[in-house]
T-cell receptor, first 112, second 115 residues
């Protein structure tokens, strides 16, 4: 089955700095790669996703890049703000894999 | 639209008791999922369903049963609760992967404590 590794597990940055979280996956048939943000005590919510027919996608301060050859994808947050503090999860699904496989999460702390 | 709702929000059980968690969605999603979330362990899939009347095991199915008698509902049962099942339980739903994506829409969660 699919295996998703996520790094780092914790990340602390100063407000205004950039943050990068990386995930690797094992199943070359996977073709959908979402990122979810979970604030403390809340449910996870999708913030951005990418499909295997594109290499990069941006939405304001957030971007995701995908390298299908190397089987890894990354979340980039620029000009971080305290409200970006949360746990971020990557996931992969597609091919014969009906269900998403999640990474273990990254706790991002943005210090004012 | 209410999205994905879960009942109850909180529950305390004694070891050996049983209970059922109810998940409902009004987005006409084909797929539904049950996850548990423990500190440092991320989201672990318990069971999932790809359509009415179907269920399948996820990563951590032992001690749980599920049923999906109606497309909009997905029930998670604990027959004999154990302290190891203390966790936050999230239900989610999505469209089928036939669309090329299966964005998860999560419910608000159920916090379960087993004493």
């Amino acid at each position: 089955g699919e295996n998703v590794e996520q790094h780092p597990s914790t990340l602390s940055v100063q407000e205004g700095d950039s943050a990068v979280i990386k995930c690797t996956y094992s199943d070359s048939a996977s073709n959908y790669f979402p990122w979810y943000k979970q604030e403390l005590g809340k449910r996870p919510q999708l913030i951005i996703d990418i499909r295997s027919n594109v290499g990069e996608k941006k939405d304001q301060r957030i971007a995701v890049t995908l390298n299908k050859t190397a089987k890894h994808f990354s979340l980039h947050i620029t000009e971080t703000q305290p409200e970006d503090s949360a746990v971020y999860f990557c996931a992969a699904s597609g091919g014969s894999n009906y269900k998403p496989t999640f990474g273990k999460g990254t706790l991002l702390t943005v210090n004012p | 639209n209410a999205g994905v709702t879960q009942t109850p929000k909180f529950r305390v059980l004694k070891t050996g008791q049983s209970m059922t968690l109810l998940c409902a969605q009004d987005m006409n999603h084909e797929y539904m999922y049950w996850y548990r979330q423990d500190p440092g362990m991320g989201l672990r899939l318990i069971h999932y369903s790809v359509g009415e009347g179907t269920t399948a095991k996820g990563e951590v199915p032992d001690g749980y049963n599920v049923s999906r008698l109606k497309k909009q509902n997905f029930l998670l049962g604990l027959e004999s609760a154990a302290p190891s099942q203390t966790s936050v339980y999230f239900c989610a739903s999505s469209y089928s992967m036939d669309r090329g994506y299966n964005e998860q829409f999560f419910g608000p969660g159920t916090r379960l404590t087993v004493l």
